[in-house]
Every structure is written in C-alpha cells, then in structure tokens.
C-alpha cells in the first residue's frame, strides 16, 4: 500500500536511448511533481501537474517529456540520454492545504538513474 | 524568486544531546510553508515537520522543533535526544501558498547531519 510509487528503483542504460520512469499515487492528491537531485544532493523541481494539467515546466531539455493519463499518474519519459541526466529523480504527489492550493509534497523513493 | 539558504554543510552531534540546524529564506511572500525534510541514507525524502507563515506558534513533532521568526526569516530545526537513526541529510523547503498553487517547493542545499554513539 506503498503511497507514492515509482518504477523501477534503478535504471542503467547507454546514452542515446529513450527510457521512461513511472509514477502512481494512491493517495488521491490533486498535484504531482518530478524531482531531480543531481549528484550533490542538490534537489530541483522540473515539473508540476495540476489534475493532469501541467502547471511549471522549470528550465528542463524538451527531451524530458511528462505525461499525465489520469491524475494518479505522472511518467516521465527522457529521450536521447545523455550523461549529464544521471541523477536521481523523484516523483512527488501534494494533498490540497486548507482551500488553498498544495502543501508538502509526499515522495516516492526515487529512481536512480545512471547514463553510461 | 524565492531563495533558501542553509549555510551548515556538515554538522554531528553526540548520541542524545541537542542539535539545531539552521536555515534562512527569501521571499517577498505573506503566505507560505516552510518544511523541513530528512533523507537518510536509503533515499527516502521524509517530512519532519511543517510550520505555516500565519501561525506564530512554532510547529513541534515529538522531539523535532522549529525556531520560527518570520521577520529574520528564519526557520531552524532543533533535534532533542538525537538519536542513531537521525543521522541523514535535511533540507529546508519553502512553498508559497496561492490559490493556483502548483505546490513548487524550493529547497535548500541540505545539512548532512551525522549522529554518533
């Protein structure tokens, strides 16, 4: 009954290829989010989904690709990898604060994703 | 653009005593979050604790609490009777709060924070 979770755990493969990391929550939260923490532990935000809706798109190579089929659900597919993309990324869902937007975000366990 | 700095890199503290771990902000904001996070070596990213801008009363959870002053902009995290298993990386988070709020939290550069027996 895991509430954020994310697929697969780890991921290696060459550059040039196309991979795709999935996300579902079970916790029925409006927004959902993909986090990349690079190999500083620095943590950013790429995007963010509103009940499928995409609302921030940060400053992210459009090789990076959300998709939203139904709220409980933001994949992330990567095209033509390149090294720099090794990093882990999280998904992130956010209950609805009180009538106003989003509060904290609940993590999945993150995909470490390596690019040789 | 909101910005938060945590200017303790490294910190390590001795198996039940206190630690404080600081963290300031920026932001032009009247209505925000401010969270602070744990990930421990597994990964994990875990809420610890959540204070509301509105709310003067520093948000407490057991033996984690906050040293909120809203007008130094300042939000630090005090651990009491640190134990074994705090030992991990905490980060500092800051989320405005608005109507069309797509929940973008900003997070600080983390505090590796080591607990030793």
């Known amino acids: 009954d895991t509430a954020v979770s994310q697929t697969p755990k780890y991921l290696v493969t060459q550059m040039g290829n196309d991979k795709s990391i999935k996300c579902e929550q079970n916790?029925?939260?409006?927004?959902m989010y993909w986090y990349k923490q690079d190999s500083k532990k620095f943590l950013k935000i790429m995007f963010s989904?509103?009940?499928?809706?995409?609302?921030i798109n940060e400053t992210v190579p459009n090789r990076f690709s959300p998709k939203s089929p139904d709220k409980a659900h933001l994949n992330l597919h990567i095209n033509s990898l390149e090294l720099g993309d090794s990093a882990v990324y999280f998904c992130?869902?956010?209950?609805?604060?009180?009538?106003?937007?989003?509060?904290?975000?609940?993590f999945g366990q993150g995909t470490r994703l390596t690019v040789v | 653009a909101q910005t938060v700095t945590q200017s303790q890199p490294e910190m390590s503290v001795q198996e039940a005593e206190t630690v404080t771990l600081s963290c300031t902000y920026d932001t032009s904001e009247n209505n925000y979050y401010l969270f602070w996070y744990k990930q421990p070596p597994s990964r994990q990213m875990i809420l610890v604790i959540r204070q509301e801008a509105y709310k003067q009363q520093n948000a407490t959870e057991n033996r984690f609490s906050v040293n909120f002053q809203k007008a130094a902009k300042s939000f630090s995290l005090k651990i009491s009777d640190s134990q074994l298993g705090d030992t991990a990386m905490y980060f500092c988070?800051?989320?405005?709060?608005?109507?069309?709020?797509?929940?973008?939290?900003?997070f600080g550069d983390g505090t590796t924070l080591t607990v030793k027996p």
């Open positions: 916790l029925g939260h409006d927004t």
């Open positions: 988070a800051f989320m405005k709060i608005s109507l069309i709020n797509a929940g973008k939290s900003t």
């Open positions: 992130a869902s956010s209950p609805r604060g009180r009538g106003k937007g989003s509060t904290e975000a609940f």
């Open positions: 989904y509103n009940n499928k809706e995409l609302i």
